[in-house]
């Protein structure tokens, strides 16, 4: 790894970023971004988003033997999008992917002909696929699932938007006792106001890492400025056995566009995580993400240390509060 641009930064980044672009595909693409991470037999698996040079986007597989270089892009692993279908009309984004025993639970952004909203299906080995539908109708994004019950129940992080302009985009959680009936829907981190790095919009990125302090959450939030968005990630931390309780929310944010290849692209300023990897030995994390909406890069961080900078540093005391005030 080496070093970012000031040595402080819990995320070092990769020398070889970006480590995956369009030139990387066998046929010509617009551009690769915002990857789901998991293992599959040994081997790093990343469900690429794939944006073709129409516009609309599919998911396609590359796989690494140490997750950070010697990327294969796999022909025969993707998820296409059922355009017959409404929910998948113009594309499918931005897949979450969580282990479930021997099943891989794809939650992925479907872009409906009523907007976007959430996806569901299920795999073994990425060439066979079990859809299982919407989970969320629109405009709702940004969704991953917990890989445990609690209580007899699944867990849900998403995204919905509010109807009403200026209540702002809050991630939200949701139960099912059976993954496909959702209920019990609350805020869980409500976007910031005012001058904040995450006013009015957060979404999660990475699905929810189980810690020695609960769960572990990295979401962007997005600032407007005068020169368009800039999507920086942020850490929360969920209790254990209620995912619905914030234990704690850092303030500042911890990973943000900083390299050209974050800065300059179809859209600049955008950094954008949908999956990570905790490496065997239980401390390194490899976090995935698109980078200006155009390409794929990794950074590595220290579990622990991304734990100690919750404990040791200012966490918003209103975090579980709705917004507003
Ligand atoms: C979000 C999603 C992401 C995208 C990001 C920045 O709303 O659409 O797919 O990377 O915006 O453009």
């Not at 597989?61 to 929910?87: K, N």
């Not at 696929?129 to 445990?148: C, I, N, S, T, Y």
């Not at 959680?173 to 005012?194: E, N, Q, T």
């Amino acid at each position: 790894m080496a070093g970012s641009a000031d040595p402080r930064e819990l995320f070092k980044r990769h020398k070889g970023n970006p480590i995956l672009t369009a030139a990387d595909l066998p046929r010509m693409v617009n551009a690769v971004l915002n990857p789901g991470a998991t293992v599959l037999d040994g081997r790093t698996l990343l469900l690429l988003r794939v944006e073709h040079r129409t516009g609309l986007s599919s998911l396609l597989v590359a796989t690494s033997e140490d997750g950070l270089s010697g990327w294969e892009i796999d022909r025969e692993r993707h998820l296409q999008p059922r355009s017959e279908r409404f929910e998948e009309h113009w594309g499918i984004e931005d897949p979450r992917i969580t282990q479930i025993g021997e099943d891989y639970h794809v939650v992925y952004v479907g872009y409906s002909t009523a907007g976007p909203l959430v996806c569901h299906a299920v795999t073994r080995d990425f060439v066979e696929w079990e859809h299982r539908g919407v989970l969320q109708p629109p405009e709702d994004k940004d969704a991953a699932l917990f890989p445990r019950l609690f209580d007899g129940r699944w867990a849900l992080v998403h995204r919905p938007v509010s109807a009403m302009p200026g209540l702002g985009s809050h991630i939200w959680i949701s139960f099912s006792p059976d993954l496909r009936y959702w209920g019990d829907s609350r805020i869980l981190v409500p976007a910031r106001r005012g001058g904040w790095w995450d006013a009015n919009k957060v979404g999660l990125g990475p699905p929810p890492l189980l810690t020695r302090d609960g769960w572990l959450l990295c979401y962007h939030g997005v600032r407007t400025t005068a020169s368009g968005s800039i999507y920086r990630l942020g850490l929360a931390l969920l209790d254990r056995d209620d995912p619905s309780k914030v234990i704690a929310r850092g303030n500042e944010w911890v990973f943000g566009p900083q390299e050209p290849y974050e800065r300059g692209g179809d859209v600049p300023g955008v950094v954008f995580p949908c999956g990570w990897v905790l490496r065997d030995d239980g401390d390194t994390l490899h976090l995935y993400y698109g980078a200006a909406d155009s390409s794929v890069c990794v950074a590595e961080a220290s579990l622990s240390e991304l734990l100690d900078h919750l404990e040791t540093h200012p966490s918003a005391t209103d975090a579980t509060a709705p917004p507003g005030g």
